[in-house]
């Protein structure tokens, strides 16, 4: 089963507003990973938070960290059309090389 | 720089055919991993690899099997193709250190 559940599982806004995902997770993990995905496209890793941070910052994207709730938010600022795609968490609970456990994505529309 | 590379984009499989499907990566990354994808169940981790030579399962391990003869290259293949193996496939890579992957397009497979 997965460990990560993705909230909303579809968000639809302006392009201007700000779009916030959440992810919760199970069991205790040494980081979390954010990824995009476009339309018929692989993922793409965005940003990467590690257990001992509570929040983190690059370009437009916000991320917070709860470990005591095991739960994350993705937070993209000022919204722009081309940000619509899928977006996942996942989570590492082991050393380098363990696996990844992805949620089942947060679908994301920014209208125009 | 390609980064990770995989072949065939698209194949259509009669029932009990076989297939092979190709991911090769150019960043010298020591851990390789194949998913699938299915409508609203996220990424699944069928096999992975630690190292040349070396290989293990993942979550949904059953009718595949998987090789890593060289660094660079993982492949992934169906003996006899079932209608429940039709889906997106997708190849990672990852490097030493912390476990951020590498994704290929993907690979959509439909087993009539």
């Known amino acids: 089963s997965q460990q990560g559940e993705e909230d909303p599982q579809a968000l639809s806004i302006q392009e201007g507003e700000n779009a916030t995902m959440n992810c919760s997770y199970k069991?205790?993990?040494?980081?979390l990973q954010w990824y995009r995905q476009n339309s018929g496209r692989g993922l793409v890793h965005l940003i990467l938070?590690?257990?001992?941070?509570r929040e983190k910052h690059s370009g437009r994207l916000r991320v917070t960290l709860d470990t005591s709730k095991k739960s994350s938010s993705l937070l993209i600022t000022a919204s722009r059309a081309a940000d619509t795609a899928s977006y996942f968490c996942a989570t590492d609970g082991g050393s380098s090389g363990s696996r990844l456990t992805f949620g089942e994505g947060t679908q994301l529309t920014v209208n125009p | 720089n390609a980064g990770v590379t995989q072949t065939p984009k698209f194949r259509v499989l009669k029932t009990g055919q076989s297939m092979t499907l190709l991911c090769a990566q150019d960043m010298n990354h020591e851990y390789m991993y194949w998913y699938r994808q299915d409508p609203g169940m996220g990424l699944r981790l069928i096999h992975y690899?630690?190292?040349?030579?070396?290989?293990a399962k993942g979550e949904v391990p059953d009718g595949y099997n998987v090789s890593r003869l060289k660094k660079q290259n993982f492949l992934l293949g169906l003996e006899s193709a079932a209608p429940s193996q039709t889906s997106v496939y997708f190849c990672a890579s990852s490097g030493a250190g912390v476990n951020i992957q590498y994704f290929g397009a993907g690979t959509r497979l439909s087993v009539l």
């Open positions: 690899s630690v190292g040349e030579g070396t290989t």
């Open positions: 938070i590690r257990s001992n941070e």
């Open positions: 069991t205790s993990i040494n980081n």
